[in-house]
């Protein structure tokens, strides 16, 4: 029996900043945000999106009433958390409309979190073949404004069904994993932007990498030439540019210049997006998925999932026949109507969430044009509405 993803899909914010304008904003040279990082556009997430209505909002479209009914299990993975108590998957359990009889987990490792989702996901659904689990990596992140990791910033969820026979992804039980206490990334309790050691961190991701993809080749006596694609986490793109590039020295020439132009599909939607933390891997899986030609049912995709602090993972999938099916293959169209905002508007947004106080507060959604959304706080407990409802 094979298990996998059976569905995948997309939610982000309506709104972008351009990076060229905001790089001479922040007098940069635009090709530094461009090239350097590999980044065009970044979601600008408004105070009344936020984890768990980008969730909500990432999977309602995919589920079907026969989903629904078969799913028992509901993951959301985040390190933009809402509550230091309450998982989000709670919340977002009852916006979907799911069985109260729905195990509901929120998972944290940094960005490595939806990929212990989705193996939990997956051995859950081998035990129990008849039911299906729901994935979502959700996350805003924020560095601050004017700093370092500023243009590393974005904002999204991916939603994963996970089921036996899945349409899109066969997953392989080949996993290599490595995790050590490393500080090159934390948030402490007191704060609600990140803080990184930029550098370090960019050199222990490609370390990471180079030990658990190498440990892989051993165990399943493979080689780089057994992949049609490798899909990384991108926390900007160029960082998963420089992890397959470390690596391409040991294939042909032309299976090099093969992986890199499946690179060039994996990175295409993050370009617009900027980062996801726990939805970015699964971002770059979707965009391959959609936007490459070149695929067929059979191929070997390799995934890197890696989350500061830190923790890495290589594993495989087999494509399927009919994985286009399970697929959001309208993103192109929505990601191309966003609306862009100035740096200004940008900023104020940014400026704007939700305030981390006691106050019963109210936010300006009216323009929101997302199904779910935030609309404040009453007696210090978050306030959720289905606009379609």
């Given at each position: 029996?094979?298990?996998?993803?059976?569905k995948?899909?997309?939610a982000?914010?309506?709104?972008?900043?351009?990076?060229?304008?905001?790089?001479?904003?922040?007098?940069?040279?635009?090709?530094?945000y461009?090239?350097?990082?590999?980044?065009?556009?970044?979601?600008?997430?408004?105070?009344?999106?936020?984890?768990?209505?980008?969730?909500?909002?990432?999977?309602?479209?995919?589920?079907?009433?026969?989903?629904?009914?078969?799913?028992?299990?509901l993951?959301?993975?985040?390190?933009?958390?809402?509550?230091?108590?309450?998982?989000?998957a709670?919340?977002?359990?009852?916006?979907?409309g799911?069985?109260?009889?729905?195990?509901?987990?929120?998972?944290?490792?940094?960005?490595?979190?939806?990929?212990?989702?989705?193996?939990l996901?997956?051995d859950?659904?081998?035990?129990?073949?008849?039911?299906?689990?729901l994935?979502?990596?959700?996350?805003?992140?924020?560095?601050?404004?004017?700093?370092?990791?500023?243009?590393?910033?974005?904002g999204?969820?991916?939603?994963?069904?996970?089921?036996?026979?899945?349409?899109?992804?066969?997953?392989?039980?080949?996993?290599?994993?490595l995790?050590?206490?490393?500080?090159?990334?934390?948030?402490?309790?007191?704060?609600?932007e990140?803080?990184?050691?930029?550098?370090?961190?960019?050199?222990?991701?490609?370390?990471?990498?180079?030990?658990v993809?190498?440990?892989?080749?051993a165990e399943q006596?493979?080689?780089?030439?057994d992949?049609?694609?490798?899909?990384?986490?991108?926390?900007?793109?160029?960082?998963?540019?420089?992890?397959?590039r470390s690596?391409?020295?040991?294939?042909?020439p032309?299976?090099q210049e093969?992986?890199?132009?499946?690179?060039?599909?994996?990175?295409?939607?993050?370009?617009?997006?900027g980062?996801?933390?726990t939805g970015?891997?699964?971002?770059?899986?979707l965009?391959?998925?959609?936007?490459?030609?070149?695929?067929?049912?059979?191929?070997?995709?390799?995934?890197?999932?890696?989350?500061?602090?830190?923790?890495?993972e290589?594993?495989?999938?087999?494509?399927?026949?009919?994985?286009q099916?399970?697929l959001?293959?309208?993103?192109?169209?929505?990601?191309a109507?966003?609306?862009?905002?100035?740096?200004?508007?940008?900023?104020?947004?940014f400026?704007?969430?939700?305030?981390?106080?006691?106050a019963?507060?109210?936010?300006d959604?009216?323009?929101?044009?997302?199904?779910f959304?935030?609309t404040?706080?009453?007696?210090?407990?978050?306030?959720?509405?289905?606009?379609?409802?």
């Amino acid at each position: 029996m094979q298990v996998g993803i059976d569905k995948l899909h997309f939610a982000t914010s309506h709104l972008y900043v351009d990076m060229a304008e905001l790089a001479n904003a922040r007098q940069q040279a635009p090709d530094k945000y461009l090239i350097g990082i590999g980044q065009s556009q970044m979601a600008v997430i408004p105070p009344s999106q936020d984890t768990v209505t980008l969730a909500a909002n990432a999977a309602y479209p995919m589920l079907t009433a026969a989903d629904v009914d078969a799913i028992d299990l509901l993951v959301v993975a985040t390190e933009s958390g809402i509550d230091n108590s309450k998982a989000a998957a709670i919340y977002v359990a009852r916006l979907l409309g799911l069985s109260k009889r729905v195990r509901t987990i929120e998972m944290k490792e940094a960005c490595y979190a939806a990929t212990a989702g989705l193996q939990l996901a997956a051995d859950h659904v081998r035990v129990h073949p008849t039911k299906k689990a729901l994935v979502i990596g959700s996350d805003i992140a924020r560095y601050g404004l004017n700093t370092a990791g500023e243009p590393t910033q974005g904002g999204g969820a991916v939603a994963m069904l996970i089921s036996a026979d899945p349409q899109v992804l066969a997953l392989n039980d080949d996993s290599v994993v490595l995790s050590e206490d490393v500080m090159d990334f934390w948030r402490p309790l007191y704060r609600t932007e990140a803080l990184v050691d930029g550098k370090y961190s960019s050199n222990i991701y490609i370390d990471y990498f180079q030990d658990v993809f190498k440990g892989y080749l051993a165990e399943q006596h493979a080689d780089l030439a057994d992949f049609a694609a490798l899909a990384f986490h991108l926390p900007y793109t160029k960082m998963g540019l420089k992890a397959l590039r470390s690596v391409l020295p040991t294939t042909t020439p032309e299976h090099q210049e093969q992986l890199l132009a499946h690179f060039e599909h994996v990175r295409q939607f993050s370009r617009q997006v900027g980062n996801l933390y726990t939805g970015s891997l699964y971002l770059g899986l979707l965009s391959l998925l959609v936007t490459d030609p070149e695929l067929k049912a059979g191929d070997l995709i390799g995934l890197f999932s890696y989350g500061s602090g830190a923790e890495g993972e290589f594993y495989t999938g087999r494509l399927q026949p009919n994985y286009q099916q399970g697929l959001d293959l309208a993103l192109p169209q929505r990601l191309a109507r966003r609306q862009r905002v100035s740096v200004a508007e940008y900023e104020a947004c940014f400026n704007q969430q939700l305030q981390w106080i006691a106050a019963d507060q109210t936010i300006d959604y009216q323009h929101d044009p997302q199904r779910f959304v935030l609309t404040g706080q009453i007696n210090e407990q978050r306030q959720y509405l289905d606009q379609q409802a």
